[in-house]
C-alpha cells in the first residue's frame, strides 16, 4: 500500500525556518517525482514545490522561490521542505503526494499544519 | 501563470440526479505527454483524492459515475448519478504549464 506520512509542523514565528518531511512507502520512492501542496485555513489547494527524481530539477512557486527548498534522500525514502524567512500567509496544511503521471499527483499524504504567528 | 476558473463555486444537489462543474484554463493545456488535467474530491477533514487525471483517466476504485471530458481549454467534471458520498470540495487542477495551478474549487452538497 502506497503511504505518505508527512511530519514537522508546528507554530513558528515570523521569519523563522521550519523543515517539513514526508516519510514514503509501497512505493519506488527513488524513481518519483515528489510535490509539496499547500492549503491555507479555510482556503483552496495551491502547488508548492515539485522535485524529480534524481533531485536535479526542482520547480517551484513564485511567492516561495527563495526562501524554500524542496530536497530528497533516496536512500531513506524521504521527501523534505526546508522552509526559511516564513511568513503569516505561510500558514497552512502541507501536503505531500506523488506525481506518478504526467502532470499530477496522487496519493496525498495527511498533511502537517505550519502556523506562522507571533 | 494559467488561471484555472471553475463554475459554479457551489453545487446542492438532490441524491441520484446529476451534477456537473466547468473548468476553463486560461491558455491551452495540451503537452507532448497529453493534456494534463486532473479532478480532485477533498471531503470534509480529509486530504484530497483525485478523481480524473489527462482529462477523462479515471483512477483506481473510482466508480464509473464520474467522467471527464473536455479539450483545448474548457473541460467538464459530470456525475451521473450523485451519492451521499460525493459531498465535499472538486478541483480542477493543470499540470502543462509552471507554476501548476488549481481552481477555486467546487462545493458540492446534497439538496
Known amino acids: 500500500e502506497v503511504q505518505l506520512v508527512e511530519s514537522g509542523g508546528d507554530l513558528v514565528q515570523p521569519g523563522g525556518s521550519l523543515r517539513l518531511s514526508c516519510a514514503a512507502s509501497g512505493f519506488a520512492f527513488s524513481h518519483s517525482w515528489m510535490s509539496w501542496v499547500r492549503q491555507a485555513p479555510g482556503k483552496g489547494l495551491e502547488w508548492v514545490a515539485n522535485i524529480n527524481d534524481d533531485a536535479k530539477e526542482k520547480y517551484y512557486v513564485d511567492s516561495v522561490r527563495g526562501r524554500f527548498t524542496i530536497s530528497r534522500d533516496n536512500a531513506k525514502n524521504l521527501l523534505y521542505l526546508q522552509m526559511n524567512s516564513l511568513r503569516v500567509e505561510d500558514t497552512a496544511v502541507f501536503y505531500c503526494?506523488?506525481?506518478?503521471?504526467?502532470?499530477?499527483?496522487?496519493?496525498w499524504g495527511q498533511g502537517t499544519l505550519v502556523t506562522v504567528s507571533s | 501563470d494559467v488561471v484555472m476558473t471553475q463554475s459554479p463555486l457551489s453545487l446542492s444537489v438532490t441524491l441520484g440526479q446529476p451534477a456537473s462543474i466547468s473548468c476553463r484554463s486560461s491558455?491551452?493545456?495540451?503537452?507532448?505527454?497529453?493534456?494534463?488535467l486532473s479532478w480532485f474530491l477533498q471531503r470534509p477533514g480529509q486530504s484530497p483524492r483525485r478523481l480524473i487525471y489527462?482529462?477523462?483517466q479515471r483512477d483506481s476504485g473510482v466508480p464509473d459515475r464520474f467522467s471527464g471530458s473536455g479539450s483545448g481549454t474548457d473541460f467538464t467534471l459530470k456525475i451521473s448519478r450523485v451519492e451521499a458520498d460525493d459531498v465535499g470540495v472538486y478541483y480542477c487542477m493543470q499540470g502543462t504549464h509552471w507554476p501548476w495551478t488549481f481552481g477555486q474549487g467546487t462545493k458540492v452538497e446534497i439538496k
Open positions: 491558455q491551452g493545456l495540451v503537452k507532448t505527454e497529453g493534456t494534463l
Open positions: 503526494a506523488r506525481a506518478a503521471t504526467p502532470g499530477s499527483v496522487q496519493p
Open positions: 489527462e482529462v477523462s
